[in-house]
T-cell receptor
């Protein structure tokens, strides 16, 4: 009964080769988030969707893109991965109806390695 | 700017010991404060939260009190168990979107029998 599912658990790509990470949810939540977490660092928000409304963080590199084709799915595209993009990528969801005190539901993450 | 600072780990304790993990934050306005926990191989999950000054969040024997005067939200538990071994993340919300969170770097807790 997993609620936020990220695939794959581990992803290996080559330097400069585009890669897509996927996230799906069974909660029917309005908001989906992508966080980047490098080793021993805080998770950092890259962007989020409220429904189909895309919100990019000011310091998110242009190399990172996202798509949300429907309520259930959200994708993170890294157009030209560099060695510095190796990290754990976390997908999360929330209802989007309770302002700033809402609970986020996280997937287990995708660990990306760049060779 | 907005930030969260939490004590570095790992924190290693014996079972039934008292736990404190310190967390301080910098934020504008009146953020909500959270503790999330990540057990091995799993995603982050909400442990507790507090939404205004002097509120106490509690869950599974863990407690944290929103201290606006010291901008702190320290996590405590009176008697830890081996099953509490995990990474604990302090976070606060900030305005500008739906529950956008600023996280600390996490504190790893290891509890030994």
């Amino acid at each position: 009964d997993a609620m936020v599912i990220q695939n794959p658990r581990y992803q290996v790509t080559q330097f400069g080769k585009p890669v897509t990470l996927s996230c799906s949810q069974t909660l029917n939540h309005n908001v989906m988030y992508w966080y980047q977490q490098k080793s021993s660092q805080a998770p950092k928000l890259l962007f989020h969707y409220y429904d189909k409304d895309f919100n990019n963080e000011a310091d998110t590199p242009d190399n990172f893109q996202s798509r949300r084709p429907n309520t259930s799915f959200c994708f993170l595209d890294i157009r030209s991965p560099g060695l510095g993009d190796a990290a754990m990528y976390l997908c999360a969801t929330s209802r989007g109806s309770q302002g700033t005190s809402e609970k986020l539901f996280f997937g287990s993450g995708t660990q990306l390695s760049v060779l | 700017g907005n930030s969260v600072t939490q004590m570095e780990g790992p924190v290693t304790l014996s079972e039934e010991a008292f736990l404190t993990i310190n967390c301080t934050y910098t934020a504008t306005g009146y953020p909500s404060l959270f503790w999330y926990v990540q057990y091995p191989g799993e995603g982050l999950q909400l442990l507790l939260k507090a939404t205004k000054a002097d509120d106490k969040g509690s869950n599974k024997g863990f407690e944290a009190t929103y201290r606006k005067e010291t901008t702190s939200f320290h996590l405590e538990k009176g008697s830890v168990q081996v099953s509490d071994s995990a990474v604990y993340f302090c976070a606060h919300s900030f305005s500008g979107g739906y529950n956008k969170l600023i996280f600390g770097a996490g504190t790893r807790l290891a509890v030994h029998p």
